[in-house]
Each structure stands twice: as C-alpha cells, then as structure tokens.
C-alpha cells in the first residue's frame, strides 16, 4: 500500500478495531508491522528505525508511528523523533518532530518533565529552522492525559485532515524533509549547550559555547578545511568568499590573515557511514554567506546563495552603481 493509503486505512479503521480484542488483530498488526515498511522503503539509512504501535497490551486511545535514529534513542520514550500522531477523534493526523515523555516524565514527574521538554524545544527551534511546519501550538490530539503529554513534546508539526489528505507525493516530499531535517539536527546537535539547565526558563543557555560548537561540528573534519584553504591560496594567492567576494585580510588590514570558513557542499545530513569528503568539497565562505546557508532548512547551495544575491543586488542595487 501507499503511505497515503495506509494513513487512510488506519483512520478509517482504528476506532472500529478497538471494539475487538487487541491480540491478534489485523489492523493492531497493520500499525505495527505494514504501515511501518511503506516508510521505511522511503530511506536507506541503516540507522533509522521506523516502529508503529496501536498499544502496548491493549488499546491506545489513539495510534502512532514513528522513526527514530537509534543512535540517538532505542525507543520513543525519550530523546527526538519524527511521528505520526493521530488526534483521538481520529479526524486529524500530525507529521512532527516531537519528544519522549514517557521516561522524562518517571525522571522528574509530569510538571517538572514538561518544563524540560518546552526549553528543549526552543532551543532547537532556535537553533534550527524548519520551513513549512508549525510549531506545538498547532497540535491537538485529544482530552486525555496521553494526549496533552504527546503535545506537550511537540517541536514541529504538519496538520493533515484524514479526510482529505494531500495526494502521495506531497505526503513523501514531507517525510522525506521531516526526517532529513532530523537526521541533520542529530548530527549538528551539540550547538545545543550540554549542561543547560532545562527546569529553569528559557534563556539560560551559554550563547557563546553553542555558537562555537556548532562552527566546529559543521566543519567536521579541521584537517580537510586547512587543505582546502591551501589549495585556494596556491590557485588565487588569496582568501575570498565564493558567494559574495569578501577578503577578511582585505578589509581587517591584515588582522585575519589567511582567514575564511570552510563549508561542506554535502549537507552532513546526506552523508553515510563511510562517506569521504574531498578538499574540492569544500567551498571559502565568509562567516555571513556560511551562516545564511545555515539560515533554514532545507539548506541552498553556494550556487542558489549566489545567485540570490547577484538578483538582490540587480533588483535594489544594493552595491551601488
């Protein structure tokens, strides 16, 4: 089955099946077992998971599926995820990047576990921008104290109507970025500072530390953007941004000599185990063309940046004439 098909399916059938006895029903197997191959067949990531559940030896007011990166969590009791939640009602299903409650609630009680999960959920909303999802305040699941706990965990969401969903290859393009934004997140995600103390508000984070964890983790590997910078200076005899043509020697008289940041062309999140990257992989970026292509998700490439900028300027000559 398609996924549009399975997401109808499960709608269609779920409140009927919970009249019949959970063991051994078909639809219970359907969430568990069918629904979660259609998505999976989306990815080749060996590190995603994607598991369904209609409950866990009986009824759950309402089903979900999920993909986890098992790097990050075994199960989705705690840590990030993307899901599938379905509205009790079952007349709503949600695409989002949500979080465990399950564990952080028998960590440090219902209250308590909330107040973390909302400042975690800021900083990555912060920190990462994912264009065409709303945030948790879009979400309503039901009345029931499972319901409120799974909005609660919301970090980004998509609302769909399980009686007009969109056609399937909108319903693919969403998971696909959904999950793509999660697996970059994941691999960038100690722009996060470690030891924030997120039973406090928001707002107590180290600005500084996070920032400059996250220059480093995009680099990934130093020793590829010295050669990098090496090969520029022995082709050019300088440092310059590719996007916009900014020397750092240039206007900083010398102070930042042989200054410039290395970008990977490859978005980490398309990278797999083994993956190598080459010195021509990596592009001279000044530190503002770098961050604008970090700007959002899904990233540009340097090209796409560049050529913004050349209409920017033609359309409000904006460098003068």
């Given at each position: ?115 973390r999960l909302h400042a975690n959920a800021e900083n990555i909303r912060v920190n990462f921008k994912l264009e065409g999802f709303e ?106 941004c590719e996007v916009c043509s900014f020397s750092f020697e240039e206007i900083y008289d010398g102070r930042c ?65």
């Open positions: 089955m398609a996924l549009r098909e399975d997401l109808e399916f499960i709608a269609s059938k779920y409140s009927e099946a919970r009249q019949s006895p959970f063991s051994n029903n078909t639809v219970a197997k359907f969430i568990r077992d069918e629904a979660p191959a259609t998505i999976n067949a989306f990815f080749s990531d060996e590190n995603l998971a994607v598991q369904g559940s209609a409950g866990k030896g009986g009824w759950a007011e309402s089903p979900w599926i999920a993909v986890i990166n098992k790097k990050m969590t075994d199960a989705p009791q705690e840590g990030v995820y993307v899901v599938y939640l379905f509205s009790s009602d079952l007349t709503r299903v949600y695409l989002t990047l949500a979080q465990g409650i399950t564990r952080p609630v028998a960590l440090y009680g219902r209250k308590d576990a909330f107040k945030d948790f305040d879009t979400v309503e699941l039901g009345e029931g104290n499972r319901a409120s706990a799974y909005e609660e965990s919301i970090i980004y969401a998509k609302k769909y109507s399980t009686k007009d969903l969109p056609i399937e290859e909108q319903l693919e393009t969403d998971i696909k970025t959904i999950v793509n934004f999660y697996t970059d997140y994941l691999n960038q995600r100690d722009v996060l500072t470690a030891d924030t103390d997120f039973s406090s508000t928001i707002g107590a984070v180290e600005e500084g530390k996070r920032l400059l964890r996250q220059h480093y983790v995009r680099e990934r590997n130093p020793k590829i953007i010295k050669e990098a910078k090496k090969l520029a200076l022995q082709k050019k005899g300088e440092l310059r000599k042989n200054y410039i940041e290395g970008h990977h062309r490859k978005s980490v999140s398309e990278m797999r185990e083994g993956d190598k990257t080459a010195v021509v992989d990596i592009a001279m970026l000044c530190s503002n063309c770098h961050r604008a292509i970090h700007a959002k998700w899904p990233y540009i490439s340097v090209e796409e940046l560049k050529t913004l900028m050349v209409e920017a300027a033609s359309s409000s000559n904006i460098f003068g004439s």
